[in-house]
């Protein structure tokens, strides 16, 4: 099983990539939000749990988060691998998923980031909040902040990959075919 864990600044254009790589490559997505969503909506214990914590207005806690990566690891069929988005986001969580692969007798294959720079995020959010009529993206402050705790959560996990040989850089600048073609070239070699 290979391993992708998709990294990149809001408007890196993860959403947009994704969907290819998964295509392209027999992979599972496995996106938090998603997987929250439809755990819920199954109704399963660790949706019942992450639905009460979202009510009252509490994050979910990492384990449950965890727990739903480690369910659908184990549960996938019919895949060549798993690409992970939005998990891990910290340093914990990386070890937690190297640890979970580990008592599979697997790895991560790949850290693999969509790399702009802070001027290019703000154009794209700005250009993203008016196509899609998001309000809270239209506002500066909330942008830089969001860059802000991007620059602040992520980076120590590039180091984390990195260290372990696993990261991979894509610029995220061009077309998307342009950014597509980086991205297979990258993924072809593992």
């Known amino acids: 099983m290979k391993y992708y864990v998709l990294f990149g600044p809001p408007g890196a254009g993860k959403g947009t990539q994704a969907g290819a790589m ?4 027999h992979l599972c997505h496995l996106s938090t939000g998603e997987l929250l969503r439809s755990e819920i909506a199954a109704g399963t214990p660790l949706g019942i749990q992450a639905k009460a914590l979202i ?3 509490s994050l979910v806690p990492d384990q449950v ?3 739903m990566i480690e369910s659908r690891i184990s ?3 019919g895949v060549e691998g798993f690409l992970l988005d939005g998990f891990p986001r910290t340093i914990a969580q990386a070890q937690v998923l190297d640890q979970m692969l580990e008592k599979r007798g697997e790895s991560v294959t790949a850290c693999v980031s ?4 802070d001027a290019t995020i703000h154009e794209r959010i700005a250009h993203r909040a008016h196509i899609e009529g998001r309000a809270d993206d239209a506002r500066e402050e909330v942008v830089e902040n969001r860059i802000q705790t991007y ?11 990195r260290q372990n040989g696993k990261y991979e850089e894509i610029d995220g600048i061009g077309t998307i075919e342009e950014v ?6 990258l993924m072809d070699k593992h």
């Not at 969509?114 to 720079?117: A, R, S, V």
């Open 22 to 25: 998964v295509a392209r490559y």
């Open 180 to 185: 597509q073609a980086r991205i297979f070239a």
């Open 151 to 161: 620059h602040a959560k992520t980076e120590p996990l590039i180091q984390y990959y």
């Open 65 to 67: 988060v965890e727990g």
């Open 55 to 57: 009510e009252n207005g």
């Open 114 to 117: 969509i790399m702009i720079p």
């Open 75 to 77: 549960h996938a069929q």
